[in-house]
């Protein structure tokens, strides 16, 4: 999201140390109801009276990465806005900013990535870290998930080309009853 709807001075501050892996960044879209439908979530902004800052509260769940991230890409709904708003927000367990995470999910794969529930209660973020404009946040979900359900296909493709090599490979080569 960051790369693709951040403004210059964002790229320029969270991609090197992501593209690294100095951090590592979480997607917080998903609610208990909301997932589907992502535009329907209640997790909530609020500018402050200075007008410098957001606050954020509200619950995602089944957030990958929650346990070790960095950085979080959060959706939230600023009053009574159409469509949510995305915010990169800063995390950091020596100090959360209201932060909390839930206790990490027991699955049955996937198991080096962590997931959990994240709750904010009064999460401040500088308003500088709104990713592309008010209301834009379904637009910028939407585009994520799309990329990476183009790389799941290309993924679940090489991984259906192997299985069937190695099966056949393995037909040909046994041997069975003399």
């Not at 209640?42 to 007008?51: V, Y």
């Not at 070790?68 to 900013?97: H, Q, S, W």
């Not at 209201?98 to 709750?119: C, D, M, N, P, Y």
Request: charged residues 25%; positive net charge.
């Amino acid at each position: 999201p960051i790369t693709l709807y951040g403004t210059e001075a964002q790229k320029q501050k969270y991609v090197p140390k992501l593209a690294t892996g100095e951090w590592f960044g979480s997607y917080c879209l998903t609610e208990p109801g909301a997932g589907s439908d992502a535009n329907s979530g209640k997790t909530t902004a609020t500018l402050s009276e200075d007008g410098k800052s957001y606050k954020i509260n509200g619950q995602k769940m089944w957030i990958s990465n929650a346990g070790f991230c960095r950085l979080m890409i959060v959706f939230a709904r600023i009053e009574d806005d159409k469509n949510i708003t995305g915010f990169i927000v800063e995390y950091d367990k020596a100090n959360p900013n209201g932060i909390t995470l839930g206790e990490e999910e027991h699955k049955l794969g996937i198991r080096a990535s962590s997931t959990r529930q994240v709750f904010y209660n009064d999460t401040v973020v500088p308003v500088e870290n709104m990713l592309a404009g008010r209301g834009e946040g379904f637009k910028i979900a939407m585009n994520a998930l799309n990329v990476g359900r183009i790389k799941l296909a290309a993924a679940c493709l090489d991984s259906q080309r192997r299985i069937t090599s190695l099966g056949v490979q393995y037909a040909n080569e046994r041997k069975q009853f003399k």
